[in-house]
């Protein structure tokens, strides 16, 4: 029944122990009999070599578990920032989420960043507030950051017992009792709240009941007839709060000492939504608007979000909406339009999978035998077509050349190439047409290397890989108008000809096309064919040949021939002229800038702030936490890489950085042309 089924999420920054929570979630379902440690390189979930060398979560990987009756689908998120596309796919295909904090840092940039991606997708969310056994743990600090950064309405749920070393357990403020975990004790132990904590439970529990009441109108109803809320009722109203996004329970725990594991999966059972509870999902067919509903018997539909090109096959991950599929069964994909048939079907536990014979609507499988569908592709019944929204893809910034070591290993690499982008859609392999270089784009530097040591363990090949560059932009600082352009071929036969007259002007991003034109002086065919000559000009900018964004142009005026007008030779004048109106603009070179925090001991500030100006950066805040500094800047991409060797050096080894993408910036106009 899909009412007992539950697709999340697992979102986090780096090291606030995302994977460790899914260790005990699949320990404590009885789906492993071992507790997975990261540091160990024990862990189902970062199966990938890479991932046990590096200790980070960099491939989502999906799992299934059962819990109090409920099949549960989980996927766990990479945090680093460098694989935020990796969590984009993931989200788009999820019903619900857990959002882990870490009890000392808070709110860290990349949890900032995947919840604005799970707003984006409106995925409804609980907080868990992990790593309360720290030293400087504090719910209450950890709670305020989350309703300050993220701005949600936080509805804390439980009472930490003990602090620091000495927690224990948690208060549920639901029910009125107490959980407490013995040293290595796998389940809780139900009880009374201690007497010691009775007043601050019931205070708490009176600010809870408070904050629902205001939030939720049939419990307000009930708190101003009976001035308190009853568990069923507080319950129930915890429950549509979040499913509406109204509200975000909080709960807390210590992963790594397995204590609060049991009422975290409680709580996704009874707050987080069903298939059922969400809205249908929504295609094109046709050019009008479809919905199919989570039903079982409906017309098959489903989302290829992850493909896995292994040496023995493509593994294609599928979060299926609609119908039912079986072994055998032929699919329709309906962006490359042609017929697929299901091979096997997965249940998948990481890198182990056991087989089904056949998935329904809710399920998150993977299936075997197809042949071309990519990350992104809709199959669905070829009876009943359907298009779905594939999820975002976020354009790299960062670029590397990459060349076979020995020539004979040049068709390989190749090879090699094309398969990580079918697996990773934000990695993006052209070929320099000035050099002849293989060049490989993504999201930053850990997400190459990381790219570049797959093609060493997965295929065998030696490459080498030349220094990151980044992608630069060229966008207008002053424009033009009145440009005049006259495209005029003629060599025999019927020759080209067209006339146009463009302005040209910032955007603060992106590009647009307007036409101004009036009288019928330019036919509507030839506009749009003006467009695509302005969009296909775009690709190369006068200042370097680096891709221009951030102007409008507008078609003002132009004229036609009788014999000689063509589509084609308006898209010519449109490329060419606007080619012509830029190098007549004040043009601006851009480069991506990234927000960095960095935490370094107090006495290292000062080394770290000098070299943060060396690298042209622009420091925007600092404050003290815990005996050390955290210092936010802005900073080129460009000047950052290999900075983590730098600063570490400057700090003795404590010294640590984060970054998220901050846009982009005006460069020095001595950056190299592309």
């Known amino acids: ?150 701005h949600p309405a936080p509805l804390v749920v439980q009472l930490p017992i003990g602090a620091e070393g000495a927690f224990t357990g948690v208060v549920d403020l639901v029910r009125m009792r107490s959980l407490v975990w013995a040293d290595g004790a796998d389940t809780a132990v139900e009880g009374p709240v201690p007497e010691e904590l009775r007043e601050e439970a019931r205070r708490r529990r009176r600010l809870l009941e408070e904050a629902v009441a205001e939030l939720h109108t049939g419990a307000l109803e009930e708190f101003c007839a009976r001035s308190e809320l009853s568990a069923p009722t507080l319950a129930a109203a915890l429950r549509e709060l979040t499913r509406t996004g109204d509200g975000v329970v909080v709960l807390c725990g210590s992963a ?219 966008t207008v600082g002053r424009g033009v108008s009145g440009l005049v352009f006259r495209h005029v071929k003629q060599d025999g036969g019927a020759g080209q000809f067209a006339h146009i007259v463009l302005d040209v002007e910032p955007l603060d991003d992106g590009f647009e096309f307007r036409s101004a034109v009036v009288g019928g002086r330019v036919p509507q065919e030839y506009v749009r064919a003006v467009e695509a000559g302005c969009r296909d000009a775009l690709a190369e900018g006068p200042l370097g040949g680096h891709p221009v964004t951030g102007l409008r142009v507008t078609l003002t005026d132009g004229a036609t021939h009788v014999k000689d007008s063509s589509e084609t030779a308006f898209r010519t004048a449109g490329r060419l002229g606007l080619r012509e109106a830029l190098r007549a603009c004040a043009m601006v070179l851009t480069e991506p800038v990234a927000e960095v925090t960095v935490t370094v001991p107090e006495d290292a500030v000062g080394g770290v702030l000098g070299d943060l100006a060396a690298r042209r950066g622009r420091v925007s805040g600092s404050a003290a936490r815990g005996g050390a500094a955290l210092v936010t800047a802005t900073v080129p991409l460009a000047e950052l890489f290999g900075w983590a060797t730098r600063l570490r050096s400057r700090s003795q080894g404590r010294g640590t950085f984060t970054t998220h993408p901050a846009g982009y910036a005006p460069a020095p106009t001595t950056a190299p042309a592309r």
Not at 125 to 141: E, P, S
Request: glycine share 8%; charged share 25%.
């Open 256 to 474: 790594y000492r397995n204590r609060g594991i049991e009422p975290l999966l409680d709580a996704v059972v009874s707050y987080l939504p069903s298939p059922l509870d969400v809205p249908a999902v929504r295609g094109m067919h046709d050019g009008t608007e479809q919905e199919r509903a989570a039903d079982p018997h409906a017309p098959f539909a489903a989302l290829a979000f992850k493909v896995n090109a292994t040496s023995t096959g493509r593994l294609t991950y599928l979060r299926v909406y609609s119908g039912t599929i079986g072994k055998g069964d032929t699919v329709w994909d309906a962006g490359a339009r042609r017929s697929e048939r299901i091979g096997r079907i997965l249940r998948v536990q990481a890198d182990r999978h056991a087989q089904v014979d056949r998935a329904v609507a809710g399920d998150i499988v993977a299936v075997t035998g197809l042949r071309s569908a990519r990350a992104g592709a809709t199959l669905c019944a070829p009876g009943a077509p359907l298009v779905l929204e594939p999820p975002g893809v976020t354009e790299p910034v960062v670029s590397v050349a990459v060349e076979a070591r020995r020539a004979a290993d040049s068709g390989k690499l190749v090879s090699a190439l094309a398969r990580l982008a079918e697996e990773d859609p934000s990695l993006v392999v052209r070929t320099d047409p000035e050099t002849g270089q293989t060049v490989l784009s993504g999201m930053g530097e850990l997400h190459l290397e990381v790219a570049a040591e797959k093609i060493r363990r997965s295929h065998g090949l030696e490459v080498n890989v030349g220094r990151p560059r980044v992608s630069y932009r060229e």
């Open 1 to 150: 029944m899909l009412a007992v089924v539950r697709n999340l999420g697992i979102l986090a920054h780096v090291d606030a122990g995302k994977t460790t929570v899914t260790e005990r979630i699949l320990y404590a379902t009885g789906t492993t009999h071992r507790r997975g440690e990261v540091h160990d390189g024990t862990t189902v979930t970062d199966y990938d070599p890479q991932e046990r060398d590096r200790g980070i979560t960099i491939f989502a990987a999906a799992v299934s578990c059962m819990w109090d009756g409920h099949r549960i689908n989980l996927i766990d998120t990479p945090g680093h920032v460098d694989f935020a596309d990796e969590v984009e796919r993931s989200l788009r295909v999820l019903d619900g989420a857990v959002a882990v904090f870490d009890a000392v840092a808070g709110v860290e940039p990349q949890s900032e960043s995947v919840w604005r991606q799970a707003d984006r997708h409106g995925v409804p969310r609980i907080a868990f507030v992990n790593k309360l056994d720290r030293a400087g743990a504090d719910l209450d600090a950890a709670v305020a950051s989350i309703r300050e950064r993220l």
